[in-house]
Each structure stands twice: as C-alpha cells, then as structure tokens.
C-alpha cells in the first residue's frame, strides 16, 4: 500500500533533523557550565535558533499539507468509542504483541494508523507542537513575554513550559522510533518513509 506521498516522507525527515540538532543542542543549553559544554555555548544558541525557526515553517506546511490533502483524514476520529479503541490498542502492545496475537487495528489504505497512534499523534501534533513553538517564539522575543504568569516570573513560566514540552517530545521521539522497529521486520516501517510504500 502506498501510504506516504513525497511531501510527507520530506517534511518527515526534515522534522527528525530538525528535533534531534533541538534536542542536542537544548540538552547542551540546558547543561551547559563553564566548565563542560556538550556544544561550544554560542554555536549551540545559534543551531537551536535556526532549527527552532525552521521547524515552524515546517509546521506551516504539515498544517496546510493536512488541510489541503488527503493525508488530514487520518488524523479524523470519532469520539464516541475512543477510549475502549484505545485500550484494546494499548493492550495489544503491552501484552498481545508479545504473545503474538493479531493487530486489532492492521494498517489500511483508509487506516494508516491505529487508534492508539492516532490520539498520540493529535495530541503531539496539534497541542504539544503549537505549545512548544509558542514558548520557543517568546523566548526568542523575551520582551513579549509579561512580567508575571500564574504567580510566576513570566520567563520563567515560558522557560519550564518550553522545557517540559521538549522533554515529552523527547520521550515521543525515542517511543516513535521504538515502535518503528516493530513492523514485519525491525526495518521495513523505515523502508516506508523511504520509498512511501508500507
């Protein structure tokens, strides 16, 4: 089944550079001393804004490519249902996975992913991303930022949200890239974006 067209396999290894120089180069930011630096301070502010600029035109174009595609519907699900939908996904790979047990939800041309993918993907896409590119743009402009958010220092508030989002798309991330290797064979899910056929 062809599942990924061209634009989808482009924007989706663009993002992955683009979160591994942010998440190296945030990690180096967030660690860094005087003493021991995993990037040189400067160069590390400078990969880390770049990245973070390219990544929201990069989201303009996931955004758009979603509306004016085909690719949106598989973002679409009913509420009614989800949880139990979801559960069942869960269970398969807690448990069912392991036992060799079918997919409940195999991979189809209307169903590139299951539920359980596909509320993590809403949510990390359409709540977690904005969130993340919100704080980083304020950051970026400290001087929007107000004085005080929720009894906090303004810059601090925008700083820890920044961090703690980065830190779930990290974990995201290393689950995403697990769970790849549990196609068929350890490879063929990455063959996939690839050559875009599944």
């Not at 690719?71 to 996975?97: C, D, E, H």
């Not at 709540?127 to 009894?151: A, N, Q, R, T, Y």
């Not at 961090?163 to 890239?177: R, T, W």
């Amino acid at each position: 089944m062809y599942l990924y067209p061209l634009w989808v396999r482009l924007w989706h290894l663009t993002n992955a550079i683009l979160f591994l120089a942010l998440i190296v180069t945030g990690l180096s930011l967030q660690y860094s001393s005087n003493e021991f630096s995993i990037i040189p301070f400067n160069y590390a502010v400078s990969i880390h804004n770049i990245s973070g600029i390219i990544l929201c035109f990069t989201y303009v174009v996931y955004l758009l490519g979603n509306r004016f595609t085909s690719n949106g519907q598989y973002y679409q699900f009913p509420l009614k249902g989800m949880a139990t939908r979801v559960w069942k996904q869960f269970r398969y790979y807690s448990f069912g996975i392991f036992r060799k047990e079918e997919a409940p939800y195999p991979v189809e041309i209307g169903r590139k992913f299951n539920p359980l993918q596909k509320l993590s993907y809403v949510i990390i896409m359409y709540l977690m991303m904005p969130l993340i590119i919100i704080s980083g743009l304020f950051l970026f402009f400290p001087d929007l930022i107000p004085d005080s958010i929720m009894f906090l220092s303004g810059i601090h508030f925008v700083d820890l949200t920044h961090i703690f989002v980065g830190f779930v798309l990290s974990v995201f991330m290393l689950v995403h890239i697990y769970f790849c290797t549990i196609g068929k064979t350890p490879t063929s899910n990455f063959k996939s974006m690839i050559d875009g056929w599944h």
